[in-house]
């Protein structure tokens, strides 16, 4: 029988809701997919990379990040997520008998909802395959890794009809895992989004703010739906996040307003109201606050591009 999940596993996944609205809203599409073999004394160098993920099987290698000392050793299994990319390396760290197997899958994010998912992830994420999953997890990295990068691997070495589209959804599918992997694993201390979910009060407040985006919240209200003090509600925001409730919840709706700019037709009114604001003038000063540009510049130049 399935296990039975307590209240705090339950309140977990759903303060996690909030943090997939912001990876739905970055539009995540797979790139190109690579399976290379290292020898003994290689490397596979990736300088000024874009975000990619490198799985590692049949032999243990070593990675390099640009400006950190110490390499980290990967294991057959283990998987890293670079959200970021960045410069980097692989080399092999055995001996020649047995060749470490790297299979990369590139990506990108198409939406405005990636700037805000990449700042919000370390610049590394490791799964590994040994590692003892936690009660909260509901299977193993080995279970679903070797399942999702067959498939890759399948797509990408012999493409037919629909494979851009497969990819695409299974690189979708590896970086939710892997998010669902980090988020339970990472330490409370790490802070950031991974801190802000741990904490009770500040991950019931991201779930009500990402459920009703447009609603008249104010510090007070969002206070009192959670049975908090203002003063206190705002500090552990600030101490989680760096930023008290109503600037996330601005720069939310400014990342939303983007998204719904380049991808719908609705009117700025519209779309105003969506966001919060009765008035469009308004509207209008907060988003060029955050992007530099008015809301109808901002589209027109989204249209240039596509």
């Given amino acids: 029988m399935p296990k039975r999940q307590n209240r705090e596993e339950i309140q977990v996944m759903r303060d996690a809701d909030a943090f997939f609205d912001i990876f739905e809203s970055a539009r995540i599409r797979g790139g190109n997919t690579t399976s290379r073999a290292l020898h003994a004394g290689q490397l596979l160098e990736f300088p000024h990379a874009s975000p990619r993920f490198h799985f590692i099987e049949?032999?243990?290698?070593?990675?390099?990040?640009?400006?950190?000392?110490?390499?980290?050793?990967?294991?057959?299994?283990?998987?890293?997520?670079?959200?970021?990319?960045?410069?980097?390396?692989?080399?092999?760290?055995g001996n020649d008998i047995a060749?470490?197997?790297i299979t990369t899958c590139e990506f990108r994010f198409e939406g405005?909802?990636?700037?805000?998912?990449?700042?919000?992830?370390?610049?590394?994420?490791?799964?590994?395959?040994?590692?003892?999953?936690?009660?909260?997890?509901?299977?193993?990295?080995?279970?679903?890794?070797?399942?999702?990068?067959?498939?890759?691997r399948r797509e990408a070495d012999q493409p037919w009809l629909g494979s851009s589209v497969m990819l695409s959804r299974l690189v979708d599918l590896l970086f939710v895992w892997s998010l669902r992997h980090w988020l339970v694993t990472a330490s409370p201390q790490a802070g950031g989004l991974a801190r802000a979910l741990d904490d009770a009060v500040v991950g019931r407040a991201l779930a009500l703010l990402h459920a009703q985006p447009g609603k008249d919240w104010s510090v007070a209200r969002l206070a009192s739906e959670l049975n908090q003090s203002r003063s206190g509600l705002s500090q552990r925001f600030v101490e989680t996040l760096g930023e008290p409730p109503m600037r996330y919840l601005t720069r939310w709706r400014m990342h939303l307003a983007a998204d719904m700019l380049?991808?719908?037709?609705?009117?700025i009114s519209q779309i105003a109201q969506r966001a919060g604001y009765d008035s469009e003038p308004a509207f209008s000063r907060a988003f060029k606050r955050q992007f530099g540009s008015a809301p109808t510049d901002y589209r027109a130049a989204s249209r240039k591009r596509r």
């Fill in 262 to 267: 380049t991808s719908t037709k609705l009117r």
């Fill in 99 to 101: 060749r470490p197997q």
């Fill in 112 to 152: 405005v909802g990636g700037i805000l998912l990449a700042n919000a992830l370390p610049a590394l994420l490791h799964v590994a395959n040994a590692a003892e999953p936690p009660a909260a997890f509901p299977d193993t990295p080995k279970e679903w890794l070797s399942v999702t990068l067959a498939a890759i």
């Fill in 58 to 93: 049949h032999a243990p290698c070593r990675l390099h990040i640009a400006g950190e000392r110490r390499g980290i050793v990967l294991e057959p299994g283990d998987l890293v997520l670079l959200p970021q990319g960045g410069s980097h390396r692989l080399e092999c760290a």
